[in-house]
Protein backbone atom coordinates (compact mmCIF):
# COMPACT_ATOMS: atom_id res chain seq x y z
CA UNK A 1 0.00 0.00 0.00
CA UNK A 2 1.13 3.68 -1.00
CA UNK A 3 0.74 5.55 2.21
CA UNK A 4 -0.46 9.05 2.58
CA UNK A 5 1.69 11.80 4.71
CA UNK A 6 -0.66 14.89 5.78
CA UNK A 7 1.52 16.98 7.64
CA UNK A 8 3.71 14.79 9.64
CA UNK A 9 1.13 12.13 10.15
CA UNK A 10 1.24 8.87 8.16
CA UNK A 11 -2.02 7.13 7.27
CA UNK A 12 -2.14 3.89 5.71
CA UNK A 13 0.33 0.70 5.72
CA UNK A 14 1.64 -0.06 9.36
CA UNK A 15 0.60 3.59 11.20
CA UNK A 16 -1.81 3.62 13.40
CA UNK A 17 -5.45 4.09 12.78
CA UNK A 18 -6.06 8.09 12.46
CA UNK A 19 -9.05 10.22 13.53
CA UNK A 20 -9.90 13.19 11.42
CA UNK A 21 -12.24 14.98 13.62
CA UNK A 22 -15.31 16.96 12.10
CA UNK A 23 -15.31 20.83 12.69
CA UNK A 24 -19.29 21.90 10.75
CA UNK A 25 -18.73 26.08 10.45
CA UNK A 26 -22.32 25.24 8.69
CA UNK A 27 -25.07 25.87 10.44
CA UNK A 28 -27.00 24.46 7.78
CA UNK A 29 -25.53 20.56 9.18
CA UNK A 30 -27.50 17.71 8.97
CA UNK A 31 -26.24 16.83 12.06
CA UNK A 32 -27.22 20.62 14.49
CA UNK A 33 -24.83 19.28 17.82
CA UNK A 34 -21.74 19.46 15.30
CA UNK A 35 -22.32 22.87 14.30
CA UNK A 36 -19.36 25.65 15.15
CA UNK A 37 -19.25 28.84 15.05
CA UNK A 38 -16.65 30.50 13.12
CA UNK A 39 -15.01 32.13 16.08
CA UNK A 40 -15.11 29.29 18.17
CA UNK A 41 -13.43 26.00 15.50
CA UNK A 42 -9.70 26.87 16.71
CA UNK A 43 -11.22 26.04 20.46
CA UNK A 44 -13.19 23.23 19.06
CA UNK A 45 -10.15 21.72 17.37
CA UNK A 46 -7.71 22.37 20.55
CA UNK A 47 -10.86 19.98 21.74
CA UNK A 48 -10.46 17.48 19.20
CA UNK A 49 -6.71 17.09 19.72
CA UNK A 50 -7.17 16.61 23.24
CA UNK A 51 -9.91 14.07 22.79
CA UNK A 52 -7.85 12.03 20.10
CA UNK A 53 -7.74 13.59 16.85
CA UNK A 54 -5.18 13.64 14.29
CA UNK A 55 -6.38 15.90 11.87
CA UNK A 56 -9.21 18.67 12.14
CA UNK A 57 -11.82 18.54 8.84
CA UNK A 58 -12.99 21.48 8.27
CA UNK A 59 -16.30 22.34 6.37
CA UNK A 60 -18.26 25.40 5.56
CA UNK A 61 -21.22 24.42 3.56
CA UNK A 62 -23.75 21.05 3.78
CA UNK A 63 -23.55 18.61 1.47
CA UNK A 64 -26.60 16.45 2.16
CA UNK A 65 -29.64 16.21 -0.37
CA UNK A 66 -31.75 19.84 -0.27
CA UNK A 67 -29.39 21.20 2.04
CA UNK A 68 -30.38 25.00 2.44
CA UNK A 69 -28.06 26.87 -0.69
CA UNK A 70 -25.60 29.07 0.25
CA UNK A 71 -22.89 31.07 -1.92
CA UNK A 72 -19.13 30.09 -2.58
CA UNK A 73 -18.76 33.72 -1.28
CA UNK A 74 -20.21 32.64 1.80
CA UNK A 75 -17.75 29.83 2.26
CA UNK A 76 -14.95 31.55 0.96
CA UNK A 77 -15.73 33.89 4.21
CA UNK A 78 -16.62 31.36 6.77
CA UNK A 79 -13.99 29.20 5.97
CA UNK A 80 -11.55 33.08 6.34
CA UNK A 81 -12.65 33.43 9.57
CA UNK A 82 -11.87 30.36 10.83
CA UNK A 83 -8.31 29.12 9.03
CA UNK A 84 -6.92 32.61 9.77
CA UNK A 85 -7.19 31.33 13.72
CA UNK A 86 -5.17 28.80 13.00
CA UNK A 87 -2.15 30.03 11.36
CA UNK A 88 1.10 29.07 13.04
CA UNK A 89 -0.87 26.98 15.29
CA UNK A 90 1.14 23.41 14.44
CA UNK A 91 -2.48 21.79 13.94
CA UNK A 92 -2.38 19.51 11.33
CA UNK A 93 -5.81 20.73 9.09
CA UNK A 94 -8.10 19.60 6.22
CA UNK A 95 -10.47 21.80 4.22
CA UNK A 96 -13.36 20.53 2.58
CA UNK A 97 -14.48 22.03 -0.39
CA UNK A 98 -14.94 21.04 -4.05
CA UNK A 99 -15.23 24.24 -5.26
CA UNK A 100 -12.01 26.18 -6.92
CA UNK A 101 -12.44 29.91 -5.65
CA UNK A 102 -12.75 28.43 -2.24
CA UNK A 103 -9.96 26.15 -2.51
CA UNK A 104 -7.94 29.34 -3.79
CA UNK A 105 -8.76 31.29 -0.56
CA UNK A 106 -8.17 28.58 1.72
CA UNK A 107 -4.35 27.52 0.28
CA UNK A 108 -3.90 31.50 1.37
CA UNK A 109 -3.90 30.03 4.88
CA UNK A 110 -2.22 27.02 6.77
CA UNK A 111 -3.43 23.86 5.70
CA UNK A 112 -2.07 20.88 5.10
CA UNK A 113 -4.96 18.32 3.11
CA UNK A 114 -7.53 18.91 0.66
CA UNK A 115 -10.92 17.21 1.26
CA UNK A 116 -12.34 16.83 -2.63
CA UNK A 117 -15.90 14.96 -2.47
CA UNK A 118 -15.95 15.62 -5.93
CA UNK A 119 -13.34 13.54 -6.72
CA UNK A 120 -11.53 15.57 -8.88
CA UNK A 121 -14.05 15.74 -11.87
CA UNK A 122 -13.59 19.77 -11.77
CA UNK A 123 -10.21 20.26 -13.80
CA UNK A 124 -10.00 23.75 -12.14
CA UNK A 125 -10.04 22.24 -9.19
CA UNK A 126 -7.94 19.39 -9.77
CA UNK A 127 -4.71 21.71 -11.36
CA UNK A 128 -5.09 24.37 -8.21
CA UNK A 129 -4.92 20.67 -5.74
CA UNK A 130 -1.94 19.61 -7.56
CA UNK A 131 -0.63 22.94 -7.61
CA UNK A 132 -0.80 23.14 -4.40
CA UNK A 133 1.75 19.75 -3.87
CA UNK A 134 -0.73 18.88 -0.66
CA UNK A 135 -2.19 15.82 0.07
CA UNK A 136 -5.55 14.77 -0.79
CA UNK A 137 -8.86 13.33 0.69
CA UNK A 138 -10.40 11.77 -2.87
CA UNK A 139 -14.25 10.62 -2.68
CA UNK A 140 -15.87 8.74 -4.94
CA UNK A 141 -17.34 10.53 -8.20
CA UNK A 142 -18.28 10.68 -11.40
CA UNK A 143 -20.17 13.83 -12.10
CA UNK A 144 -21.54 15.16 -8.91
CA UNK A 145 -20.52 13.73 -5.20
CA UNK A 146 -21.49 10.38 -4.54
CA UNK A 147 -22.99 9.61 -7.68
CA UNK A 148 -22.02 6.11 -8.37
CA UNK A 149 -24.10 3.44 -7.04
CA UNK A 150 -23.59 0.29 -5.54
CA UNK A 151 -19.87 -1.30 -5.05
CA UNK A 152 -19.18 -2.02 -9.15
CA UNK A 153 -19.68 1.59 -9.66
CA UNK A 154 -17.41 2.92 -7.31
CA UNK A 155 -14.45 1.16 -7.12
CA UNK A 156 -14.95 1.95 -11.23
CA UNK A 157 -15.37 5.82 -9.96
CA UNK A 158 -12.31 5.38 -7.55
CA UNK A 159 -9.89 4.10 -10.15
CA UNK A 160 -11.02 6.88 -12.66
CA UNK A 161 -10.18 9.27 -9.84
CA UNK A 162 -6.93 7.64 -9.08
CA UNK A 163 -6.07 8.59 -13.20
CA UNK A 164 -7.54 12.12 -12.65
CA UNK A 165 -4.80 12.23 -9.74
CA UNK A 166 -2.23 11.33 -11.55
CA UNK A 167 -2.76 13.86 -14.31
CA UNK A 168 -2.81 16.59 -12.25
CA UNK A 169 -0.01 15.30 -10.28
CA UNK A 170 -1.17 14.44 -7.45
CA UNK A 171 0.58 11.87 -6.00
CA UNK A 172 -0.20 11.53 -2.21
CA UNK A 173 -3.83 10.67 -1.04
CA UNK A 174 -6.11 8.96 0.70
CA UNK A 175 -9.53 7.48 -1.14
CA UNK A 176 -12.78 7.76 0.91
CA UNK A 177 -16.27 5.45 -0.95
CA UNK A 178 -18.80 7.66 -0.38
CA UNK A 179 -21.17 6.08 1.88
CA UNK A 180 -23.40 7.76 2.77
CA UNK A 181 -27.09 9.70 1.11
CA UNK A 182 -24.96 11.64 -1.42
CA UNK A 183 -28.25 11.66 -3.92
CA UNK A 184 -31.73 11.18 -3.77
CA UNK A 185 -30.78 7.68 -6.13
CA UNK A 186 -28.98 6.40 -3.42
CA UNK A 187 -30.35 3.60 -1.63
CA UNK A 188 -28.98 2.86 2.04
CA UNK A 189 -28.61 -0.86 0.78
CA UNK A 190 -26.06 0.69 -1.83
CA UNK A 191 -24.47 1.96 1.76
CA UNK A 192 -24.38 -1.34 3.27
CA UNK A 193 -22.96 -3.13 0.13
CA UNK A 194 -20.13 -0.66 0.53
CA UNK A 195 -19.51 -1.32 4.07
CA UNK A 196 -19.72 -4.95 3.42
CA UNK A 197 -17.64 -4.77 0.45
CA UNK A 198 -15.42 -2.34 1.72
CA UNK A 199 -12.15 -5.13 2.03
CA UNK A 200 -12.34 -4.96 -2.04
CA UNK A 201 -11.34 -1.27 -2.24
CA UNK A 202 -7.73 -2.52 -0.64
CA UNK A 203 -6.60 -3.97 -4.18
CA UNK A 204 -6.06 0.11 -4.96
CA UNK A 205 -3.44 0.01 -2.59
CA UNK A 206 -4.48 3.45 -1.41
CA UNK A 207 -5.45 4.52 2.36
CA UNK A 208 -9.22 3.81 2.84
CA UNK A 209 -11.49 6.81 4.84
CA UNK A 210 -14.28 5.40 6.97
CA UNK A 211 -16.40 8.66 6.50
CA UNK A 212 -20.13 7.26 8.10
CA UNK A 213 -20.61 9.33 11.51
CA UNK A 214 -24.16 9.68 12.56
CA UNK A 215 -25.67 8.84 8.43
CA UNK A 216 -28.68 8.25 7.40
CA UNK A 217 -27.94 4.53 6.69
CA UNK A 218 -27.79 3.69 10.08
CA UNK A 219 -30.67 5.93 11.05
CA UNK A 220 -33.00 4.21 9.24
CA UNK A 221 -31.95 1.30 10.35
CA UNK A 222 -32.12 1.51 14.09
CA UNK A 223 -35.05 4.50 13.43
CA UNK A 224 -33.15 7.03 15.21
CA UNK A 225 -32.29 10.93 14.62
CA UNK A 226 -28.49 12.08 14.15
CA UNK A 227 -28.84 12.55 17.11
CA UNK A 228 -29.25 8.78 18.72
CA UNK A 229 -26.76 7.17 16.14
CA UNK A 230 -23.49 7.23 17.96
CA UNK A 231 -24.21 3.51 18.88
CA UNK A 232 -24.76 2.45 15.01
CA UNK A 233 -21.85 4.79 14.03
CA UNK A 234 -19.40 3.02 16.17
CA UNK A 235 -20.86 -0.75 15.22
CA UNK A 236 -20.25 0.05 11.48
CA UNK A 237 -17.07 1.78 12.58
CA UNK A 238 -15.46 -1.56 13.76
CA UNK A 239 -16.42 -3.47 11.11
CA UNK A 240 -14.83 -0.75 8.34
CA UNK A 241 -11.69 -0.83 10.37
CA UNK A 242 -11.64 -5.07 10.07
CA UNK A 243 -12.05 -4.67 6.55
CA UNK A 244 -9.44 -2.42 6.60
CA UNK A 245 -9.81 1.73 6.93
CA UNK A 246 -6.94 3.55 7.84
CA UNK A 247 -8.53 6.67 8.81
CA UNK A 248 -11.95 7.62 10.43
CA UNK A 249 -13.62 10.74 9.81
CA UNK A 250 -15.76 11.72 13.44
CA UNK A 251 -18.14 13.76 15.06
CA UNK A 252 -17.41 12.09 18.20
CA UNK A 253 -13.76 11.30 18.75
CA UNK A 254 -13.26 10.68 22.21
CA UNK A 255 -15.65 7.48 21.62
CA UNK A 256 -13.92 6.86 18.21
CA UNK A 257 -10.93 6.97 19.76
CA UNK A 258 -11.46 4.57 22.36
CA UNK A 259 -13.10 2.00 19.81
CA UNK A 260 -9.62 2.00 17.48
CA UNK A 261 -7.69 1.40 21.02
CA UNK A 262 -10.02 -1.38 21.57
CA UNK A 263 -9.80 -2.55 18.22
CA UNK A 264 -6.02 -2.67 18.01
CA UNK A 265 -5.48 -4.26 21.55
CA UNK A 266 -7.56 -6.90 19.81
CA UNK A 267 -5.87 -7.42 16.53
CA UNK A 268 -2.73 -5.69 16.13
CA UNK A 269 -0.08 -7.66 18.01
Not at 139 to 159: N, R, S
Not at 195 to 217: D, H, I, N
Request: with cysteine; glycine share 6%.
Amino acid sequence: MQTCRIKNIEVGGSAPVRVMGVINCSPESFFEQSYTPCEKTFEKACELLEKGADIIDIGARSTAPDSPYISTSEEKERLSKTLKEFTGSGIAVSVDTMYPEVLSACLRYDIHCINDIHGLANDEFAKIAGDSGLPAVLMAAKKIPGDPLGFDATIDALKEIMQRAERFGITDYILDPAIGKWTHKRTLENDWELCRRFSEFSVLQRPLLAAVSRKTFIGELVNKPPQGRLPGTLAVTYNLLKEGASVVRAHDVSDTKDLIRVFEKLNRL
